[in-house]
DNA sequence: TTAATCTTTCCAGTAACTGGAAGGTCAAGG
DNA sequence: CCTTGACCTTCCAGTTACTGGAAAGATTAA
């Protein structure tokens, strides 16, 4: 698979795929004859994983330490479980954050009646 | 209140407290006689809403159109109404592209026994 | 074969902070 | 009263994580 098609299946620009690989987030794709990257199913996988992961505020520096809890040979099954358990309050946390911002705009839009009249009661709440 | 105070209240560096009047995100606070800026719970209450917003995804342009939601009092409650729904559509996405994150994850932490044997399941669909 | 649509590298620019220097303010303790 | 330490101020430079654009080569469809 070329760039393109890898980049729009992991829901990454093309540009940000090429960027990951020259941080050394992701590895080097192999090239095709004419120097064209070519992407593979499993590689797609863990791109769209690390836009998930950045999507949710974790950083490059973070996704890098998840990935590499697949990758590191010498890390036991314990420790892979006590980081990834660690990431998993993380976004449960983040689950409950993204709520409250749900709860917030709910509030704003239940208590617009949707006519014409240019009056919120949030207004006075965040005002 | 002093700036630390209110950062700490709204969970934003205080950095970022004036770097959000700084590019008129927010309104610049009122001073002290000695210059330090003074806030109330109303702006509290209005970076905790920004912060939030901030980390899941939206960007400042898209923060300012949520807080002019509030603030322009030319615009009709229905407009109000319409921009937070599709706003709010935009957060349910986000909660569920989180969940499938959480599924990921929790997949990972499931798939591994947790003794020291240096064997994830995972490894096979991610790497 | 030619035009459109890929792809490459490289380098510069942007968004949203973030750190640090240099200096003023304030409250508590001696 | 004085000092010490934790605040606060402005300003400017640096960082993170992309992102846009130029110049040039490759591929495909008509």
Known sequence: MNISVAADAAGLPVKTVRYYADIGLVAAPSRSASGYRTYDDASIRKLAF??????????????????????????????????????????????????????????????????HQPECPIIDYLG
Chains 1, 2 share one sequence.
């Not at 505020?57 to 697949?70: A, H, K, Q, S, V």
């Not at 917030?104 to 617009?112: G, R, Y």
């Open 50 to 115: 690390i836009r998930r992961a950045r999507e949710f505020g974790f950083n490059i520096g973070e996704c890098r330490e998840l990935l590499g809890l697949y990758e590191d040979q010498n890390r036991s099954s314990a420790d892979v479980k006590q980081i990834a358990s660690k990431k998993l309050e993380e976004i449960r946390a983040k689950q409950r954050e993204l709520q409250a911002l749900h709860d917030d705009l709910s509030h704003l839009v239940d208590s617009c009646s949707g006519d």
